[in-house]
């Protein structure tokens, strides 16, 4: 089993559409969690940190639910420019970032 | 703003060729790493380094070594390089290991083609 798993793409969505993307982690001594952006042939950018009492940054909203190991990513009213790869990101203490493989969004007017 | 820049956004080098990477960093980061990133296959951590001098494998070190001479330099080196590395090459920097949770901050990738 991978340690990070994400929701397989690429999701094709009419702009406003809301979406929510999901991710599993086999690790459970993870501390830290992120959702980064990745748009074509660019570096990856951090999009938001994971809190465990779940956060939000205008239209995104990050969720981690520790006991059963996930973290949600959803975004509304979504815009053609959120059309990118984004990537889950988990930390345990004393590790590493591991990556999710990641999932590609695809806004379409 | 973090700002971590790699030497070259774009090579191409011959097979057997010994292939330099150069990252510089310049927020006092005391860990930087070294992943590629493939399609279908993500992003996997070839090498990292927690302090200057110091250097730990990753998950596919091998064809690969890494020097840290400097705080602010982390260079990738592909000691003969191969058409299997063909591959985008990204560096990253960071507060700690992964222990204190800060991000990873990324330079713009160097497209590595072998031929």
């Known amino acids: 089993r991978k340690e990070v798993e994400q929701d397989p793409g690429p999701f094709n969505v009419p702009e406003g559409a809301t979406v929510a993307f999901n991710c599993t982690y086999s690790?459970?001594?993870?501390?830290?969690f992120f959702w980064y952006r990745q748009d074509c042939r660019k570096e990856p950018k951090l999009l938001m940190s994971?809190?465990?009492s779940g956060n939000e940054d205008g239209r995104f909203t990050a969720q981690l639910n520790r006991a059963s190991q996930y973290i949600s990513l959803l975004i509304r009213d979504s815009k053609l420019s959120d059309s990118a790869t984004y990537l889950c990101?988990?930390?345990?203490?004393?590790?590493?970032?591991?990556f999710g493989p990641g999932t590609r969004l695809s806004v379409l007017p | 703003d973090v700002k971590v820049t790699q030497s070259s956004r774009y090579l191409v080098k011959r097979t057997g060729e010994k292939v330099f990477l150069e990252c510089v960093q310049d927020?006092?980061?005391?860990?930087m790493f070294w992943y590629r990133q493939d399609p279908g296959l993500g992003l996997r951590l070839i090498y990292f380094?927690?302090?200057?001098?110091?250097?730990e494998k990753g998950d596919i070190p091998e064809g690969y070594s890494v020097s840290r001479e400097k705080k602010e330099r982390f260079s990738l080196i592909l000691e003969s390089a191969s058409t299997n590395q063909t591959s985008m090459y990204l560096c990253?920097?960071?507060?700690?290991?992964?222990?204190?949770?800060?991000?990873?901050?990324f330079g713009q990738g160097t497209r590595l083609t072998v031929v």
């Open positions: 990253a920097s960071s507060f700690t290991a992964g222990g204190g949770g800060t991000e990873a901050f």
């Open positions: 990101v988990v930390i345990a203490y004393g590790q590493n970032f591991v």
């Open positions: 994971v809190y465990s």
């Open positions: 380094s927690y302090d200057v001098k110091m250097k």
């Open positions: 927020m006092d980061h005391e860990n």
């Open positions: 690790n459970s001594a993870s501390q830290s």
